[in-house]
């Protein structure tokens, strides 16, 4: 987004960038036991969400565990019990590592794979430095004041993620990773969206907030009064406008399906098609969804992914 040039440049800059050209020293066993450990990881997840990883060839699903498995280990720092000072120091040494593992010094048993994974799908480092970025600033409630507040936390947190998955899945012939950034970044800014969404009761309940004051004041919806039954409709009316904006991202979106390969045209629409239907979950409840956990129907979730396997197989 070019109103947004700030995007991505949080996160210090190592004395020594490393090089996609300087080779990963993981031997095979290494490399094996790291993969077993992010497999390890994703299954306790216990998310469906890598279910789609199965519509990636073996090599390419291997690289997508290891970037999930990142991306858990970096959700978990900050999650897991202790205060805010230690889960930052965790935090700060979670990135000096993933630094020291791209020149082929593994302190975690996922850093064989993905290192083995960046460097072999040339992705750019910054991308998992700005997921930790995100992650460090969610350790304590954070106040937007206006969505262009908002953008470089969804960037940070779910866009990342898309542009480092993007080099993985491929691209047609003639389309490069500079192509797709765009329709990539909103997709994962329409993802974080739907996030921020679904999780508005829990997040209420925990003290954090993550829509724009602005629009809570313009909508006369401050979140003291979410749970009065009187001010409903000015809550309905701000969530309609979130709905809106999230998709307008999507459609932003719609075009990363064409300049992406084979392999990325089955996974994509998956990920996407879940995601938007858990938006329009969240529409159909409404004020429900500071009750209740939303979620998409498993029936749904079976037939957008056989949507996906029919794609794969050229059937669709």
């Known amino acids: 987004m070019k109103d947004n040039p700030g995007i991505g440049t949080a996160h210090r800059t190592p004395t020594r960038p490393p090089s996609h050209d300087r080779p990963?020293?993981?031997?095979?066993?290494?490399?094996?036991?790291?993969?077993?450990?992010?497999?390890?990881?994703?299954?306790?997840?216990?998310?469906?969400?890598?279910i789609a990883f199965r519509l990636l060839p073996a090599a390419k699903r291997r690289a997508m565990l290891a970037l999930y498995a990142f991306m858990r280990v970096t959700d978990d720092l900050a999650d897991e019990p202790g205060d805010v000072a230690t889960k930052h120091a965790q935090l700060v040494e979670w990135r000096t590592a993933l630094?020291?593992?791209?020149?082929?010094?593994y302190t975690h048993p996922i850093h064989a794979a993905l290192a083995t994974t960046l460097h072999r799908y040339a992705i750019p480092p910054r991308y998992l430095l700005d997921v930790i970025d995100g992650v460090q600033a969610d350790l304590a409630p954070l106040h937007f004041a206006t969505f262009t507040e908002l953008y470089p936390y969804c960037y940070r947190v779910a866009s990342a993620v898309g542009l480092a998955c993007i080099p993985i899945w491929g691209f047609q012939p003639g389309v490069t990773a500079a192509d797709a950034h765009e329709a990539a970044e909103a997709a994962?800014?329409?993802?974080?969206?739907?996030?921020?969404?679904?999780?508005l009761g829990e997040d209420l309940a925990r003290g954090r907030v993550y829509l724009p004051s602005d629009e809570l004041e313009r909508f006369d919806s401050a979140p003291g009064t979410w749970h009065d039954p009187a001010a409903?409709?000015?809550?309905?009316?701000?969530?309609?406008?979130?709905?809106?904006?999230?998709?307008?991202?999507?459609?932003?979106?719609?075009?990363?399906t064409s300049m992406l390969s084979h392999d990325g045209r089955a996974i994509f629409p998956v990920m996407c098609n879940l995601y938007q239907q858990l938006l329009e979950e969240v529409g159909?409840?409404?004020?429900?969804?500071?009750?209740?956990?939303?979620?998409?129907?498993?029936?749904?979730?079976?037939?957008?992914?056989?949507?996906g396997w029919m794609a794969k197989w050229g059937w669709a």
């Open 232 to 256: 409903t409709p000015q809550f309905e009316a701000l969530l309609q406008f979130q709905i809106d904006r999230a998709r307008s991202y999507y459609r932003k979106a719609a075009s990363l």
């Open 188 to 199: 994962g800014i329409a993802f974080q969206l739907t996030n921020i969404l679904r999780d």
């Open 24 to 50: 990963v020293c993981a031997s095979s066993p290494q490399l094996s036991t790291s993969l077993l450990e992010c497999q390890a990881i994703t299954r306790q997840a216990h998310s469906s969400f890598p």
């Open 99 to 105: 630094l020291a593992a791209l020149e082929g010094e």
């Open 284 to 307: 159909r409840g409404g004020a429900e969804v500071l009750r209740r956990r939303v979620r998409v129907p498993r029936w749904r979730k079976s037939l957008i992914l056989m949507n």
